[in-house]
């Protein structure tokens, strides 16, 4: 065996291990883990950032009898919550047309409930002149806080909160109301009623600020 080949042996050597001990200190990278579903706390935070749909709350307030009543009496009909008092000028206006409103709509599945945010005793008084046909119930910071709960600042009187069947709030007219507005409510409920129309589509109609 010559001298060349024996260089040439040793250096081949040589440079194998080199290449081995490089090829060992290389990183190994790992296999990408396989996606992972959303976490419990992600996905709470994911429900508390979509808007949440309004619902009134149960709620039971005295009528003009002294008489306890529970808004779930009226459960599966489209109401509307009209807030009002004996003082309001607005409020006494627009009574004769809700009145009207309940005989037209009553057989229609809408029920009307005034809530008087006031003194028990001048409610009463008001309600043997004006022979009322729909429900009222009296109530001060407990009325108030009815519509507060809803999420509608309560920033005067009247006001009138428009409720679907299953209680969810569709919208809410604030001031007086006129025939026009009733006539509108009265044609949205109607569509909503029949199907034509979703709760979602009900609520933008029902836009009046």
């Given amino acids: 065996m010559n ?5 040439f042996a040793t250096a081949f050597v040589a440079l194998m291990a080199g290449a081995l001990l490089y090829a060992v200190r290389l990183p190994v990278q790992a296999p990408e883990a396989p996606a992972q579903p959303p976490a419990a706390a992600e996905l709470a935070e994911t429900a508390e950032a979509m808007p949440a749909i ?44 809700l009145k009207a409103f309940q005989d037209e709509q009553g057989d229609n599945g809408v029920q009307v409930i005034g809530i008087a ?21 009296v109530g001060q910071q407990e009325a108030m806080e009815i519509a507060e709960s809803s999420g509608i600042e309560f920033i005067g009187m009247p006001f009138t909160m428009i409720v679907a ?8 007219h604030f001031g007086e109301i006129h025939e026009p507005d009733l006539a509108h409510i009265a044609d949205v409920l109607r569509m ?3 199907g034509e129309i979703d709760k979602a589509s009900a609520r933008e109609a029902l836009n009046f600020l």
């Avoid at 001298?3 to 260089?7: A, K, N, P, Q, T």
């Avoid at 529970?70 to 509307?80: K, P």
């Avoid at 945010?117 to 429900?135: G, I, T």
């Fill in 117 to 137: 945010v006031d003194d028990a005793l001048p409610v009463s008084k008001y309600a043997e002149e004006m022979q009322f046909n729909y429900p009222v119930l």
């Fill in 165 to 172: 069947a299953d209680g969810e709030l569709l919208n809410a």
């Fill in 54 to 97: 309004p619902v009134v709350p149960s709620f039971s307030l005295p009528d003009i009898d002294g008489t306890q009543r529970n808004f779930s009496e009226w459960s599966g009909r489209h109401t509307l919550l009209n807030f009002w008092a004996t003082w309001c000028a607005p409020c006494r206006r627009e009574i004769p047309l």
């Fill in 192 to 194: 909503l009623e029949r």
């Fill in 3 to 7: 001298r060349s080949f024996l260089v």
